[in-house]
Every structure is written in structure tokens, then in C-alpha cells.
């Protein structure tokens, strides 16, 4: 006589269904937060490298600038006499640099004024459409950096030594010890803290 065996189908349990959906949780909740620090980690270094780009363009533009600095002195708004190179106390520098390009052939100088100022926060571009100004003289600006924290510029001459203004009071010209041999710039750019650059330029 054959037998039946009797089998009952075993199914999961409350408590195990409950702990299968914790652990799925578990895992969705870590999951979801590596994506979100991933997403984040990119999106910072796409902003670090857009910051680069902006900075590396910016030092280009007054490197071309420093590079091709000219004896030309210049007369102010008030018919004074201006050296060819000022630097002042407050950060601002101002000089005369040649390589003013004229693809339109306009009747005009090849030498242009320029300055470097900070200004809300903002590196500024200033320069001039004549060298000797009139009374309603007004430079045009283009920002080339935002969110600057500090901008500074010194006069380095032959011996090595740092001016904060330019020309100095006093000095002989003719002393070739202290000549203008070089500008130095150190700029405080968030993130990436103090830049600093040196560019040897002629004598003026």
C-alpha cells in the first residue's frame, strides 16, 4: 500500500518581509546619498575649473598688458603731468603700454592707458580712448574677476625692493640701483587663496 507524503508550502513571514524592506531601504538611503555627494563632488570641481579658467584669462590680460608698458607719460584731467607708470597706496595701478591693435585704421594712438582696480569685489579693467585727457575723460571698464577679497600691486626695483607707490618720492631717476625693473601683484581669489605674480617690464 503506497503512502502520500504531505507537504505545506512555507512562505515568508511577517518579521522577514519587514526585514527585507529595511535592508532594501538601508541600501536605497546609502545609494541615493553616494549619488548625491558624487553629483556634488562634480558640480565643485566644474565650478574649481571654471574659476581657473576666469583667473588664468584674467592673468593673461594684465600680463599683456604689464609686458608691454611704454615711457609714455600722459597729462590729467587738470592738465597735469602723470608718470608713465602710478601705483598707489589703495591697490590702484595705472600705466601707459603700447600694441594698442587698430584693425579699423582709426585715427588714434597705438599706445593706451590702462588701470587695475578692485571695486565691489571685482577686479577691474579700466582704460582710457585718448592718453592726454579732458575734463569729461571717462575710462571704460570691463570686470575680468568676481569675488576678489584682496588686490595689490608693488613697484620692485633693481636692488630687489618692494614700493607700494610708484614713483617714489625723492629717489633719483638716474640711479640705476633704483629703477623700475619689475611689478609685483599678489591677489586674494577665493578658493584658492594668494596669487602672486612678477613680471619683469622696461625701464621707465
Known amino acids: 500500500m503506497q503512502r502520500r507524503i504531505k507537504t505545506t508550502a512555507r512562505g515568508f513571514t511577517l518579521i522577514e518581509v519587514l526585514v527585507a524592506f529595511m535592508i532594501f531601504g538601508l541600501i536605497g538611503v546609502i545609494s541615493s546619498q553616494l549619488l548625491s555627494q558624487t553629483l556634488s563632488a562634480q558640480d565643485d570641481l566644474s565650478d574649481r575649473g571654471t574659476r581657473l579658467n576666469d583667473i588664468h584669462r584674467a592673468m593673461q590680460i594684465i600680463q599683456r598688458d604689464v609686458m608691454q608698458l611704454v615711457d609714455r607719460p600722459i597729462r590729467d584731467q587738470y592738465g597735469d603731468t602723470q608718470r608713465s607708470l602710478l601705483i598707489g597706496t589703495d591697490g590702484i595701478i595705472e600705466f601707459s603700454r603700447g600694441g594698442w591693435r587698430n584693425p579699423l585704421q582709426l585715427p588714434r594712438a597705438e599706445v593706451q592707458r590702462v588701470g587695475y582696480l578692485i571695486q565691489d569685489n571685482k577686479l577691474l579693467r579700466g582704460y582710457w580712448p585718448v592718453l592726454d585727457r579732458a575734463q569729461d575723460t ?43 625693473a619689475g611689478i609685483l601683484m599678489r591677489i586674494d581669489v577665493p578658493p584658492f587663496g594668494v596669487i602672486e605674480r612678477i613680471w619683469e617690464v622696461p625701464s621707465v
Open 138 to 180: 571717462e575710462p571704460a571698464y570691463q570686470t575680468l574677476l568676481t569675488e576678489i577679497e584682496q588686490l595689490e600691486f608693488f613697484a620692485l626695483d633693481a636692488s630687489g625692493n618692494e614700493y607700494t607707490f610708484w614713483p617714489v618720492p625723492g629717489a633719483n631717476p638716474s640711479d640705476p640701483s633704483t629703477a623700475l
